[in-house]
């Protein structure tokens, strides 16, 4: 399947009047067609169906490169699996988009194909680490985006306790960056932490909330 062939596909569901709703919410200028996410889901699902992973490499590159908004969406979809093998092309293109983010949507889209990526190998948290002193600041969002499985565990074992404490580790660096996306992602990272370990998010709070913002305290702490 080819990039032209697949963005054919999506654009039979595509809705004018939801397309101008997704520009003026999201944002960002690129063009919108105004499909559903569920339509994304299904079409993308198909593909991972009858294509093998070289070959949904190749259409997800297309698609990015396409800087359509679902296009875009549907690229991380594509690569969005627990088990793919071999993977390191996958990995490769996940990061390669990095530089690219620029609204919370499709940067959050690839941080979710990527999270599968770090789970079938943690060592690339390496990589991931070079994001937190990127200029860019929506890359060094998705440091912390990507490593959401790390909050997931009630009773992680040492080398899951350990990348645990290395991502605290960047959200502190973080705390005092006033910017509000950069804000919501720790909080967004120690909310989800709090429903597993309350107490390492309280102890978070408080070595490093006072130099957080209010709205980030606040959401950080909201199931505590």
Known sequence: ???EAALAEINEHADPERATGAQAYHKADRTYLGVPNPVLNDLTKTWRQELDI????ALADGLWKTDIFEARIAAAKLLTQARMDPDAEAWALIKSWAPDFDSWAIADHACMAGQKRLIADPSRLDEIE????????WTKRAALVITLPWTKQNHPKPQEAEARERILGWAASYAPDG???IQKAVSWWLRDLSKHDADRT???LAEHGDTMKAFARKDAAKFL
């Open 1 to 3: 399947m080819t990039p």
């Open 54 to 57: 070289d070959t949904r490499v």
């Open 130 to 137: 070079a994001w937190t002193t990127s200029d860019h600041m």
């Open 179 to 181: 910017r509000w996306f």
């Open 202 to 204: 309280r102890a978070f």
